[in-house]
């Protein structure tokens, strides 16, 4: 089994910046892609990033980027995204994913992720 721990999230105002961390235990892969996802209230969970394992290769929803980047410290098997000028509707619970698969590519696709994190809840006032 794989735990994930997202940490970092916050009140924030406008215009302000956050750094989300998901610490990664428990089984070991050879090479895995990360993601980030988050939902707001009432709304679906959406894609926001993802990182694979070589290169690496990254991807980005069009509401975030230019504002967020994703990284990721192997040694550590933490992910972090960074987040600039943020916004109200940046507001959302922020998940953190694996997949396992994910060597040459950055999923964005919910399904392909097989272990979730918690969440850490992100807010951002006007």
């Known amino acids: 089994q794989v735990q994930l721990v997202e940490s970092g999230g916050g009140l924030v105002q406008a215009g302000g910046s956050l750094r989300l961390s998901c610490a990664a235990s428990?089984?070991?892969?050879?090479?895995?892609?990360m993601g980030w996802f988050r939902q707001a209230p009432g709304k679906e969970r959406e894609f926001v990033a993802a990182?694979?394992?070589?290169?690496?290769?990254?991807a980005y929803a069009d509401s975030v980027k230019g504002r967020f980047t994703i990284s990721r410290d192997y040694a550590k098997n933490t992910m972090y995204l960074q987040m600039n000028s943020l916004k109200p509707e940046d507001t959302a619970i922020y998940y953190c994913?694996?997949?396992?698969?994910?060597?040459?590519?950055?999923?964005?696709?919910?399904?392909?992720?097989?272990?979730w994190g918690q969440g850490t809840q992100v807010t951002v006032s006007s």
């Open positions: 994913a694996v997949d396992p698969q994910g060597i040459n590519y950055a999923p964005r696709a919910e399904d392909e992720y097989d272990y």
């Open positions: 428990g089984r070991r892969f050879s090479a895995y892609a």
């Open positions: 990182i694979s394992w070589s290169g690496p290769i990254t």
